[in-house]
């Protein structure tokens, strides 16, 4: 029981921190101002790693309901 709360803990963080990149991503690409494209690069890879892992562990949380 413990370690689907903190799953669901995680899983929240995890949503929220990837809303807040993908927020992150789009004003940097319509501001006016130079991109750093690594950084565009890095911000995408760790929004992808974000929704990969959010993935997992809503698998992990339905997973525990049906067993």
């Given amino acids: 029981m413990e370690d689907q709360e ?3 803990i995680k899983l929240a963080e995890y ?3 990837h809303a ?3 927020e992150m991503l789009e ?6 101002q130079p991109i750093n494209l690594l950084q565009v690069q ?3 890879k760790k929004k992808l790693w974000l929704k990969d892992m959010i993935q997992k ?3 992990a949380l339905i997973d525990d ?3």
């Fill in 20 to 22: 807040a990149l993908n």
């Fill in 42 to 44: 890095q911000l995408k």
């Fill in 6 to 8: 903190e799953l669901t």
């Fill in 57 to 59: 562990m809503k698998s």
């Fill in 15 to 17: 949503k929220s921190e």
């Fill in 27 to 32: 004003r940097l690409m319509e501001s006016n």
């Fill in 65 to 67: 309901i049906i067993a």
